[in-house]
């Protein structure tokens, strides 16, 4: 009998998170150049909004997970520059009967970690629910349930501040698509002595609309997308940390005054200058070293390789901050593809682990596209392997939450996987898929001849686009080795219609060429479709992962009626 049990993956994801997370995959990312320099971005996953700590010689750092789950993934480094994936936050994205379905773009959105009276606090929001908190006396966990501080519709990116005399507040932004068209503010509100609650009206803090225009290396701009806050306090100016301008085309922006309440005068501290490759740069989080140092984390969105994180070193100069390298004549930095590494404790070379032999259930790196059943995942009936329930869904993967998916580890890159399918129904099928609002896969199906290796593609998986399917001769018997290669696809953007701001000439989009081959002895190759070109999915880049499914209306409620696929392990390489 086949048994399926969340409990023991997540007895697999504890273990296998912490044994596996030292050494990087031959086709991973290394920021750390060895030399006592790093290389931009420090982290090459979508880890986008992070927020980041330090607390001792260690920094902890959060960030958005949207709807894949487990939520919240928290990672460790000692040096800022070399990061692991220690934990999750969230077991399941409230309300979880909501969540069993992949909300696309809703759910988790930017977080804020905080250490204060002896525990870790996480605040996130979700848009259309309100802002929660999380909080555990370790980063590693157990975290608590989440806990509604705020329900305001369309509140988004919530950070917690205790001021000295120990008076609790909250700042947070609106997104306009759920808040009645509100955005572009930075609000305040009271928090209850535990933090777990907001208390009386709100007071704007800083209100695009009513700014002038800031100084940007592309001339003047006037301020919209105001969103992000992080407030910190020094020297007797509360300073708020938000970047403008939107995502991929805006600035870093730092708002001070002597008064928590205002009025806040504005500037911008770091935009793209003349870097290239690190449009935006986005939201994230200041920290400092033991040794007193200043440095910056942030996000810069690569599309179809999502938002990566880049770090900054910082300096202030006349009571301000300067992000990167100061730019030539001006007051505000641009981002840095290379320097020195912080001068923090020691820490070894190492990258968010992604390879998996699934040998004490699988590691860290996994996330399902939605609340998962607890009959999706079987990681005890076969030492060794992976299986995946075949669960009955819809064709379009876009529609279905039981796939299972990692973030991107590079630019280029193979992803490799050893599998079988042990299918009860015509039509069963299972493999390896790189995922987004366009996605692909090759894989095994059921037919009613036997089981075939296919080559799947659909264009437009948000928009219900055809599938288009390429299947290879013969029959397949027992194991097969499934391939998914990446180069990148960069092309130049225009401007859109009515962008208030200089366009770049260096603006660009990145996506991916992607192509599948497959092996029935893992040796030799064979080409299969002739591939696709990536997008990213609804705020978030694409994806790699492991799927399983049976046709929808499968009579799979039972898990010995369908099938599953096994997976014996799971690679990146060059």
Not at 240 to 257: D, L, M, T
Not at 321 to 348: D, E, H, S, W
Not at 381 to 401: D, F, H, I
Request: net charge negative; hydrophobic share 35%.
């Amino acid at each position: 009998m086949v048994r399926f049990s969340v409990a023991a993956m997540t007895i697999g994801l504890l273990i296998a998170g912490h044994a596996l997370a030292e050494t990087p995959a031959p086709g991973a990312w290394v920021p750390d150049r060895g030399d006592g320099t790093y290389q931009n971005p420090v982290l090459n996953g979508d880890y986008s909004d992070p927020d980041a700590i330090r607390v001792g010689d260690d920094y902890y750092l959060v960030s958005s997970s949207f709807v894949n789950v487990p939520g919240l993934p928290i990672l460790h480094s000692r040096d800022l520059v070399n990061w692991e994936i220690i934990g999750h936050a969230l077991d399941a994205v409230p309300p979880e009967d909501h969540f069993r379905t992949p909300r696309r773009g809703g759910g988790v959105w930017a977080p804020a970690i905080r250490y204060h009276n002896g525990r870790y606090l996480i605040y996130y929001p979700d848009p259309d629910f309100g802002i929660f908190v999380v909080s555990a006396a370790d980063p590693k966990g157990p975290w608590s349930k989440p806990v509604l501080v705020d329900d305001s519709k369309g509140a988004i990116d919530p950070c917690p501040f205790w001021d000295d005399d120990g008076t609790a507040w909250l700042v947070h932004a609106y997104a306009a698509s759920r808040s009645g068209g509100r955005n572009n503010q930075v609000v305040l509100k009271r928090l209850n002595a535990d933090g777990t609650h907001t208390q009386g009206p709100e007071q704007i803090l800083v209100d695009g609309k009513t700014l002038a225009p800031v100084e940007t290396s592309l001339g003047p701009a006037p301020w919209f997308t105001i969103e992000g806050p992080k407030i910190y306090k020094r020297d007797g100016f509360y300073y708020i940390f938000a970047p403008g301008g939107g995502v991929k085309n805006g600035w870093q922006a730092v708002f001070r005054s002597k008064a928590i309440t205002g009025p806040y005068e504005a500037r911008n501290v770091m935009d793209q200058g003349a870097t290239p490759g690190a449009n935006g740069p986005h939201q994230g989080a200041w920290v400092d070293t033991a040794s007193g140092e200043d440095w910056f984390l942030h996000f810069q969105d690569t599309d179809s390789y999502g938002r990566r994180v880049w770090l900054e070193p910082m300096q202030w100069k006349d009571g301000w901050p300067v992000i990167g390298v100061r730019q030539k004549g001006k007051v505000y930095g641009q981002p840095v593809l290379t320097f020195r590494k912080p001068k923090t404790a020691p820490q070894p070379v190492s990258v968010p682990v992604s390879d998996d032999d699934f040998d004490r259930g699988f590691n860290q790196a996994w996330q399902w596209n939605a609340n998962p059943g607890e009959d999706w995942a079987d990681t005890t009936s076969q030492p060794g392997w992976l299986r995946l329930k075949s669960v009955s869904s819809s064709a379009n993967l876009y529609e279905a939450g039981n796939t299972l998916t990692q973030k991107l580890p590079n630019t280029v890159f193979s992803a490799v996987t050893k599998m079988t399918l042990n299918a009860k129904w015509e039509g069963e099928r299972a493999g390896l898929v790189l995922f987004g609002y366009n996605y692909g896969f090759i894989g095994l199906e059921n037919t009613k001849d036997g089981v075939v290796v296919e080559q799947v593609t659909r264009i437009g998986a948000d928009r219900n686009g055809p599938e288009a399917k390429v299947v290879a001769p013969g029959k397949v018997t027992g194991e097969v080795w499934l391939k998914a290669s990446l180069t990148p696809v960069v092309t130049p953007v225009e401007p859109p219609a009515g962008y208030p701001v200089v366009w770049p000439a260096m603006r660009q989009e990145t996506h991916a060429k992607v192509t599948f081959s497959y092996s029935l002895d893992g040796k030799t190759w064979t080409p299969l479709g002739d591939g696709f070109v990536s997008q990213p999915s609804r705020w978030v880049g694409a994806q790699i992962g492991l799927f399983a499914q049976s046709p929808s209306g499968t009579p799979s409620n039972v898990s010995t009626r369908v099938g599953y696929a096994a997976f014996d392990s799971f690679h990146i390489e060059k």
